[in-house]
């Protein structure tokens, strides 16, 4: 059977947590408030919507609709200047070489991602030519760890969920692969990301020889 390899996006393909956390941090200290590296943990794998909530919640702030979503689209407008001059040199080691396996051997690619500047990072960092399909948080009603994006980014390749490979790094993820019936793989800390059937801390970890494996399973 044909298979199908759905990568995220932040903390696996590129390291755009940095920018996030800025961004939020830069909100909640407009509200009054403080907010850690430790606190963004909380963020990974999450939809910018919920992010906010907890947000609030780490604050003790309440918010009126109005304000709810002024400052999503404020926290967002602060990312995006983050990121406007992210290239190539922001993708994580010895990811375009895995990619560039796949793509040369036909194998179906795809993004699956929470974020909503899934395509333009991609653009910026010189890899949207190796995807299939993008599935971000543009085309899901829910958030990981629902399934809903992996599945849908199956069905885009055109490949059986049972045949599709996921690289996360957040728990949220790894749970919403499994859930799909995916081979799931953690990337960062294996007792964090426990659940994962294969762990590794980076793509420096990854042998060709590995993925060809799961290709030919």
Known sequence: MKKGFIFDLDGVIVDTAKYHYLAWKKLANELGFEFTHAQNELFKGVSRKRCLEILLEIGNREA????????????????LKYIENMDASEILPDVPKILEFL????????????SKNAQPILEKVGLLHYFDAIVDGNN?????????????????????????????DAVAGVEAANAANMISIGIGDKNILSEAQFNFRDFTEISIEFIQELIDK
């Open 64 to 79: 009126t609709q109005v304000e709810f979503d002024l400052w999503m689209v404020e926290k967002n407008v602060d990312y």
């Open 103 to 114: 793509k040369s051997n036909n194998i179906p690619i795809a993004l699956g991602s929470a």
């Open 140 to 168: 899901v009603t829910k958030a990981k760890p629902d399934p809903e994006v992996f599945l849908l980014a199956a069905k885009q390749l055109g490949v059986n969920a049972a045949d599709c490979i996921v690289f996360e």
